[in-house]
């Protein structure tokens, strides 16, 4: 049970990784909602702003001119989260993978111990920083709606949440997901870890008793 949970909690890592570098990756963020440019659709994200015609096929990008410029602070905050999130990420996942009991590169149970210890912290770390990223950046974009709405300009495009923010979501679900797993896995670890030292060795005689040997 124990190498299918940890399994499991791998499977969840690698998940969170992959959604926190592939919404950096796609970086479309927001998404021109329905009715709005019925002949493009085009994307928003946190570098540039892309546009793909239904016509001719193909996708154009324009990046920000500098990332010098100033931006809105709900922006760098989200890009700032998110690319710590990407990072941490990965070096949680090498972790988990060292604390995996069949991982031939370390045999402590210790060492072992410890890198699922550490693995814990950083997937739940990569959790809270996607998490807030992700807020903070719905509430940007849920302010910059309503002020575009408030204006009732005939035709304009109006955008909804994309595909980047979701695979932001998940990833960040995922990690917390590997995290209370890999915690869960070194408390019961501790447990049986205890329990075995307190349990009496069956090679120990019980005090007070003595071996008596009769010959016939």
Known sequence: MGSELHLFSMLC??????????????????????GSVVLSTRCKGLWRECVWDK??????CDIFGSYLNPHPGSIILT????????????VAFVFLLLGFKHFSVC??????????????GLYLLVGISSCAGVV????????????????????FPSFE??????????GSLGAVTS??????????????????????????????????????
């Open 13 to 34: 890592g690698a998940f969170a990784m992959a959604g926190t570098i592939a919404s950096l990756w796609t970086d479309c963020w927001q998404i021109n909602s329905k």
């Open 55 to 60: 016509f001719v096929k193909i996708w154009t």
């Open 79 to 90: 890009r700032s989260l998110i690319i710590t999130s990407s990072l941490v990420s990965v």
């Open 107 to 120: 045999h402590e149970s210790l060492t072992k111990h410890q890198f699922l210890q550490l693995s814990s």
């Open 136 to 155: 903070r950046y719905c509430v940007y974009v849920y302010h910059v709606h309503q002020h575009e709405v408030s204006l009732k300009i005939p035709g």
């Open 161 to 170: 949440y994309g595909y980047s923010l979701w695979m932001a979501v998940g």
């Open 179 to 216: 995290a209370m797993i890999s915690c869960y896995e070194v408390n019961r670890k501790k447990k049986t870890k205890t329990t075995l030292n307190k349990e009496p060795s069956e090679s120990k005689q019980a005090p007070g008793t003595e071996t008596v040997i009769t010959y016939v």
